[in-house]
C-alpha cells in the first residue's frame, strides 16, 4: 500500500491551462511558474530530472493567441488534442465575459472534459466559462471582488463568497483576481506535495505560501485609502499590522497627529465607519483566517487579534457571521 501512494505521489501531473484571445497574461504565467518552480525543485531534492508536473497551455487551436496586455502566447495543443489531464485551470479574461463564443466553446469542452479531471479550477474571470457548464450548482465559488455580485445575479445556484482568495469545493477549485492565482497554485502544490515543497515555491516567488486575510483587504480598504487624506493613507495597512496591540481612538489619533474628536470625524468620513467598527471588522476578518488555518486554541486566536477577552471575541464573531467561533472552526478548518 505505501509503494502504491508512492507511486501515485511520484506519478508526473499533467496541468492543462486554458489560453485565448483577450486572456490575462498573468493568469496564466502564475501558475505557470509555480509548478514549474515545484518540479524543479523536487526534481534538486530527488537527484532526478523527471519533472513533477508537465504543463501545457491549451486553445482553441495551435495558432498563437494575444493576451489583453498585448502579449503574444503560443499554445501547446489545441483543446481537442489535449492529452488526460490531471488538473485544468481557466484563466480570466475580457473575453469569458464579452465573447459569447470563446466562452461557449471552452464552457462545452470544459463540460466534456471534467468527469475525467481530478481537478478543475478557475482564476478570476475564468468562473465566466465554468459556471454556465452547471458544474458549480450548489458550491462554494469565489472570484474577483469587482465581478462577485454580478456572478452572483447571472448564476444563482452557485454560492459565492466574496472575500475568499481561493475555495475547493469537491473537485472545483475557484479563485480571486489575478495574483490569487499563484495562491491556488501553492495550494494545489501543497495539495500534491506537501508542505515543505509549496514553501519552498513560495519562497522563490516571494510570497505567502497562506495570504493572510482575505481579497477585501484589497478592495474596500483600499479604496477607502486612496480616498482619505493623506494623515489617514496609511492607517488602515498599519492596523492590520497591528491587531494585537492597542488601537483605542486615542491610540490612532496620536498615530495621525490629530485630536481624538478631530481624528474621529475625519476617520468616519474617508472611510465611512467609526475608528472602532473598522478595528473590530479587521480584527475578526484575521481571526477569522486564523481559525480556519491554525491549531491553536479560541482564546489564543482572540488574545492575537486583540480582543480583551475570549467571551467577547465569541459575542463579536456571532453578531458579525451569526455562527460561533467554535462552529465556524468546525465547518471550515479543514477547506
Not at 489560453?19 to 496564466?28: F, T
Not at 469542452?109 to 479531471?117: E, F, G, M, T
Request: proline share 5%; with cysteine.
Amino acid at each position: 500500500m505505501a509503494a502504491q501512494r508512492k507511486q501515485v505521489v511520484d506519478a508526473k501531473k499533467t496541468i492543462g491551462i486554458v489560453g485565448y484571445d483577450g486572456v490575462q497574461a498573468l493568469d496564466i504565467v502564475g501558475p505557470v511558474d509555480s509548478f514549474s518552480i515545484a518540479s524543479a525543485h523536487l526534481a534538486s531534492e530527488r537527484h532526478d530530472s523527471g519533472p513533477a508536473y508537465e504543463v501545457l497551455v491549451l486553445a482553441p487551436s495551435r495558432r498563437a493567441f494575444v493576451a489583453e496586455s498585448g502579449i503574444v502566447i503560443r499554445p501547446h495543443r489545441a483543446l481537442e488534442a489535449a492529452p488526460p489531464l490531471d488538473t485544468v485551470i481557466v484563466p480570466g479574461g475580457r473575453a469569458l465575459r464579452l465573447q459569447p463564443a470563446t466562452n461557449a466553446r471552452i464552457g462545452h469542452w470544459l463540460k466534456a472534459r471534467a468527469p475525467d479531471i481530478r481537478r478543475v479550477a478557475s482564476v478570476c474571470t475564468g468562473i465566466y466559462a465554468l459556471a454556465p457548464t452547471g458544474l458549480l450548482d450548489g458550491r462554494r465559488v469565489t472570484t474577483h471582488w469587482r465581478f462577485t455580485s454580478e456572478i452572483a445575479k447571472l448564476f444563482p445556484k452557485v454560492r459565492v463568497d466574496t472575500d475568499a482568495l481561493f475555495i475547493k469545493d469537491g473537485q472545483f477549485y475557484t479563485s480571486a483576481g489575478i495574483t490569487a492565482g499563484i495562491d491556488l497554485a501553492l495550494a494545489l502544490i501543497e495539495e500534491d506535495y506537501g508542505t515543505q515543497i509549496a514553501l519552498a515555491v513560495a519562497r522563490y516567488l516571494v510570497v505567502y505560501l497562506k495570504r493572510p486575510g482575505g481579497q477585501e483587504q484589497y478592495s474596500e480598504p483600499l479604496r477607502f485609502q486612496m480616498k482619505s487624506s493623506d494623515r489617514l493613507s496609511d492607517l488602515a495597512p498599519w492596523i492590520r499590522g497591528h491587531l494585537h496591540q492597542d488601537l483605542s481612538v486615542e491610540t490612532l489619533a496620536a498615530k495621525a497627529c490629530l485630536s481624538p474628536r478631530h481624528f474621529t470625524r475625519c476617520f468616519k468620513r474617508a472611510f465611512g465607519v467609526t475608528p472602532g467598527e473598522f478595528v473590530e471588522h479587521m480584527r475578526l476578518d484575521e481571526a477569522r483566517r486564523r481559525l480556519s488555518t491554525s491549531g491553536v486554541t479560541i482564546e489564543d486566536v482572540s488574545e492575537s487579534v486583540g480582543f480583551a477577552s475570549a467571551d467577547s471575541f465569541r459575542r463579536a464573531f456571532e453578531r458579525r457571521f451569526g455562527i460561533a467561533p467554535s462552529i465556524y472552526r468546525g465547518r471550515f478548518s479543514a477547506a
